[in-house]
């Protein structure tokens, strides 16, 4: 009687842990949304912002880059900006290093026609999402 009583409280423990673990697993994956480069719904950022360019999506683009290209433009110009970019090589993600904190410095590899080369990019954590620094050289780097 009292060995089935014991398993039973073992039971209820594991359940409870497991549960509890769960839900913080849950909860802290979560929060991590947007706020660095490597938690896009189980992606990257680079690799996000290329989906939305490919779905048309280039306005839900914008709050993602910062940067002087970004703030010397006005909104409407920077999304046509966005529209008239060929983003559609195939790319990957190959390293990630952190800089300091909020700051982030990726490494990827693309094709074109048949050529693998790296790029890097810069991100960093402003007003709570990561975003990618956009100047004349990084632009060129992404798009050209």
Partial sequence: MNLSINK???LK???????TLSISIG???????????LCFYNTDVLSYL??????????KMT???YGPI??????????TQLSEQDFGYA?????????SLGQWSLTYQRTIMGTNNNFKIKC?????????????????????
Avoid at 71 to 78: H, R
Avoid at 124 to 144: G, M
């Fill in 91 to 99: 790319m990957k993600r190959v390293g990630v290093k952190e800089e």
């Fill in 50 to 59: 290329k989906i939305l360019h490919q779905n048309q999506q280039y306005d």
């Fill in 27 to 37: 909860v802290s994956g979560q929060s991590c949304l947007y706020k660095n480069p």
């Fill in 124 to 144: 960093a954590l402003v007003n709570d999402t990561c975003r990618v620094y956009l100047d004349e050289k990084s632009w060129k780097v992404i798009f050209q």
């Fill in 8 to 10: 039973s409280k073992a």
């Fill in 70 to 79: 970004v703030t010397k433009m006005k909104i409407t110009e920077f999304i």
């Fill in 13 to 19: 423990q594991f359940i409870y842990t497991v549960v």
């Fill in 63 to 65: 709050p993602f880059f």
